[in-house]
């Protein structure tokens, strides 16, 4: 069969390539077209219809800015799936976008499998009608998400949390701190990790609040994770602090402690058993600060929170996000067997019994293909 894949950021790359490789398990016939990055490229043994590097435009301001190349890459993305003409669209996360490329895959009867499902649980629920209306399955990767489309009427399939499995792998992998340190070219010091974001406005919002707080720490180094769509030249417009390649999951293993912008990287994070204190700066006003919460449905924005329901990580969210107040966050975190950073990893422990151990690239890629066979016509005898 065909599968046709929309990833708009690197989390989605990572995890879209993790279906892929499920779907040929589940499918050795099968065929894809996608609009992601590298990863997926691998995967599908094809290069992306657009690179997910042209499409990360994040926030408001950000996308009317980028206006016409948004609805450049909405139109080449219709036009994309409308000729490769797939078994099935599989949108991944990526809401605005994906919603309206999904509404053109059901108007042309191509069922719609949304992997990693948009967080209407969080904000913007009226979403719900266009699910309903568009989506055959909700594939979902937090615990909680079934029961809230049981409660408005829909039945969405837990599949389990891609990231656990991704990040164990991963860290299997690792290398020894002597050759981490040795092939970044890193003196032996404690490193603080810095993860501040994937898409450009992040970083620069972000990451000077980081490096700040960082350097109150004479005795350990910062280095920065740098994102796959960012180039060298742009992180060193903002600092001159270690940025590594393609390792921020040896960086996450080697480090003390973290400061992440919030988003999949706190999961991460806390999968890889790091302390971590979520920031994120935008605008720094108190004012979008108290919209946010009117606007949000949920008690905190952390994805370690969320999945706990309580607070196992500090958020230092708009006007506190300082270095100020990261600084008082960290401190604790960086002690080894204080009660901050004993309750934090005690608080992962718990997090991660609450997702489980399923593969979730697997039974997703099951729960499409045993779909996508109930609607095949019956052989003539």
Not at 64 to 75: A, E, M, T
Not at 109 to 135: D, E, H, T
Not at 211 to 226: K, L
Not at 241 to 265: C, F, I, K, M
Request: proline share 6%; charged share 25%; glycine share 6%.
């Amino acid at each position: 069969m065909k599968y046709f894949l929309i990833a708009g950021e690197a989390s989605g790359d990572l995890h879209g390539a993790q279906l892929i490789e499920a779907l040929r398990q589940a499918d050795p016939d099968a065929s894809f077209a996608f609009l992601g990055g590298d990863l997926m490229a691998q995967a599908a043994g094809t290069v992306p219809v657009i690179h997910y590097r042209e499409m990360a435009f994040m926030g408001f301001s950000e996308v009317i800015r980028h206006l016409p190349q948004v609805l450049g890459n909405l139109k080449e993305a219709r036009r994309a799936m409308l000729q490769f003409a797939p078994d099935a669209f599989i949108p991944v996360d990526y809401p605005s976008f994906n919603f309206k490329v999904a509404k053109t895959a059901a108007k042309a009867g191509i069922p719609v499998y949304y992997f990693i499902s948009p967080k209407l649980w969080a904000w913007k629920a009226w979403r719900i009608k266009s699910i309903k209306r568009y989506v055959r399955k909700v594939l979902a990767i937090f615990p909680f998400e079934p029961a809230w489309y049981a409660e408005r009427g829909y039945k969405a399939d837990y599949v389990g949390n891609p990231s656990v499995a991704e990040i164990d792998a991963a860290m299997a992998r690792v290398p020894s701190r002597e050759d981490f340190l040795k092939q970044h070219k890193l003196r032996d010091r404690p490193i603080i990790a810095l993860l501040p974001g994937s898409r450009r406005s992040e970083v620069l919002n972000n990451l000077p609040v980081m490096i700040e707080a960082a350097h109150r720490y004479a005795q350990y180094r910062a280095v920065v994770a740098g994102a796959p769509g960012l180039d060298d030249e742009f992180y060193a417009s903002i600092t001159k602090l270690p940025v590594v390649r393609d390792a921020t999951y040896p960086l996450l293993r080697h480090a003390e402690a973290a400061l992440v912008t919030s988003g999949t990287a706190t999961l991460e994070a806390a999968l890889a058993g790091v302390p971590q204190v979520v920031c994120y700066r935008s605008n720094g006003s108190k004012l979008t600060h108290d919209i946010m919460k009117r606007v949000l449905k949920i008690n905190h924005v952390s994805l370690p929170n969320i999945i706990a329901g309580r607070g196992i990580v500090p958020e230092m969210l708009l006007h506190r996000c300082t270095p100020e107040l990261v600084t008082e966050q960290l401190t604790p975190l960086l002690r080894k067997g204080s009660e901050e950073r004993e309750a934090q990893l005690n608080g992962y422990r718990e997090m991660r019994r609450i997702l489980g151990e399923q593969d979730a690239a697997a039974t997703a890629a099951r729960i499409i293909t045993d779909d996508l066979k109930k609607e095949e016509p019956a052989a003539e005898l």
